[in-house]
């Protein structure tokens, strides 16, 4: 069993910046990708960011630019900065693995919310 622990949500006025981590514990045998989904109230849970183990990153259109993903694999954690924030970032944000162990698995943590307003 694998368990995320994420940290760094909150409330931040438009133009600002966060950084969300996710911390991965427990029974990590290969954490193959990490990524960073959202959702927002009414609205279908998102990709944001995700990051292979080998360092490749793919992004959401509406991020390009302002949010950068990272991992840290000797932590087993995986960063979120986000920059310029606009009030449609708003949402609750859920971190994700992939891991492998005789079959592929996958984690979710249990979200934090992110809410930019002036």
């Known amino acids: 069993q694998v368990q995320l622990v994420e940290s760094g949500g909150g409330l931040v006025q438009p133009t600002g910046s966060l950084r969300l981590s996710c911390a991965a514990s427990?029974?990590?045998?290969?954490?193959?990708?990490m990524a960073w989904y959202r959702q927002a109230p009414g609205k279908q849970r998102e990709l944001v960011a995700a990051?292979?183990?080998?360092?490749?990153?793919n992004y959401a259109n509406s991020v390009k630019g302002r949010f950068t993903i990272s991992r840290d694999n000797a932590k087993n954690t995986v960063y979120l900065q986000m920059n310029s924030l606009k009030a449609e970032d708003t949402a609750v944000y859920y971190c994700?693995?992939?891991?492998?162990?005789?079959?592929?698995?996958?984690?979710w943590g249990q979200g934090t919310q992110v809410t930019v307003s002036s």
């Open positions: 994700y693995v992939l891991t492998f162990r005789s079959s592929w698995i996958e984690y």
């Open positions: 427990g029974s990590i045998f290969n954490l193959n990708t």
């Open positions: 990051m292979s183990s080998g360092g490749g990153a």
